[in-house]
Structure formats: C-alpha cells, structure tokens
C-alpha cells in the first residue's frame, strides 16, 4: 500500500513559480505528476524513477517544470516557471510501484493523492 500527500497548489499570476510536494509512504520504483482541469482528461505531466533518479517529462509543459526527489524525506518535487493561465488545474502525484522504467502511462499508475489545486491568473 503506497499514500500519497500533495501539498504547494496555490493562486499565482501568470509569469509566477510554484514548487509541489508529494511526500510519499510505502514502496514504489515511479512517481507521477499529473493535472486534470475543469471539464479535460487528466493528463501526464511527469514521472521520476524513484531510486535512479531517471525522469520522463510531457510535452504539454514544455521546459517549465523540473521533477526532482528527495529520497531522505520520501518526498518528490515538481517545480513550476513562469507559469500561464492555461495551467490551472487539480495537481495529482501517483505512484507506479511495479514500472521498471519511467512512465507517462496513466494506467501504470495504482496509486493516487488527493490533489493540490493550481490556479494562475492573467
């Protein structure tokens, strides 16, 4: 069993930084971030491969996000620059405890966090 805890969301202006959270508990190889915005599929954002450290990034965010670990605290990043409107949405961190590499697959993903809510204005 694998919890997730999301924390960081908040309201920015467009042009502006956010720094997400996802302290996690329990084994797992892969941690996802993901975004679901009102009335959209939710979507891959990121992945990092928990012990190597390896990353996966979207094309949706382009070179904006960083997705980082911190394997003392079991806590894993996603930094977020110069943020747009369009990048309001429900921040989700999943865990793919059985993925042997890096994945943007949501179905890899079994387990899920409550969501940190991002909101960013013109």
């Known amino acids: 069993q694998v919890q997730l805890v999301e924390a960081g969301g908040g309201s920015v202006q467009a042009g502006g930084s956010l720094r997400l959270s996802c302290y996690v508990s329990g084994y797992t190889r892969n941690i996802g971030w993901f975004r679901q915005a009102p009335e959209k599929e939710r979507e891959a954002v990121a992945d990092i491969y928990f012990d190597l450290g390896t990353t996966l990034y979207a094309a949706s965010m382009g070179g904006r996000i960083t997705i980082s670990k911190d394997k003392t605290t079991n806590t894993v990043y996603l930094q977020m620059n110069n943020l747009k409107p369009e990048d309001t949405a429900m921040y989700y961190c999943?865990?793919?405890?059985?993925?042997?590499?890096?994945?943007?697959?949501?179905?890899?993903?079994?387990?899920w966090g409550q969501g940190t809510q991002v909101t960013v204005s013109s």
């Open positions: 999943a865990a793919a405890p059985a993925r042997r590499a890096t994945t943007l697959r949501t179905a890899d993903f079994m387990y």
